[in-house]
């Protein structure tokens, strides 16, 4: 399986993509990028001619989205972008945690050379990404870094849980310009994670995503609470 999620932008499983697929990956980069902000009410005639496209495959993107838990829909009524909230965050964040836990020391206890390089090349493309301001290749790049640590502990499951919880806690990582603080609070978080895998030690791995994710959902949390409008930055 390809270390990139499958419905993130420049994701797939190898191939060209169905329509299908095409419309859940564009649909998915303008709910991450804010510019359909929870609560947006997803009318079938305008999503196809926004991506220039019938309505089957708009449906089908959008029963997509609703499987990894960022689209509500309700029969004979319409559908939505999944409302943001405090509760849905920490209830992602625990989730999170618990099953990016197992997966993290699974890795540790299993870490090669090969995986520490592609964990390596996500994490430099992140920071460099992330310096150049291109959040939709630094999105991507970070999801790789992660995915790159849980798939190298061998359960293809593990992975396959995580997603639509970590699918759900991307909405959260708002598309705002991150200072060269966060930039660097970042890399030396993703770092701590990447070290210790490699030295094998499963406790220390998971104390090191413990402390990153704990540091995420607390600055999350900030920014929800003290601006009315959340859709700003916060860095995960």
Known sequence: MSSRLELLPGGGRGGRRTLAETAAAELHQLILSGELPSGT?????????????????????LRRLEALGLVDIIPHKGAWVRELSLEDLHDTHETRLALESLAVRAAAEHFGEEDAEKARIALAELLQLSRSEDSIGARQAHADFHFALYRAGGSQWLARAIEPVWQNSERYRFGSRQTAFQIEQNRQEHQAILDACVARDADAAEQALRNHLAGAVQRITETMTS????????TS
């Open 41 to 61: 009410p997803l009318r079938l005639v305008e999503l196809a001619n926004r991506l220039d496209m019938s309505q089957m495959p708009v449906r089908e993107g």
């Open 227 to 234: 601006k009315q409008n959340p859709q700003r930055e916060v």
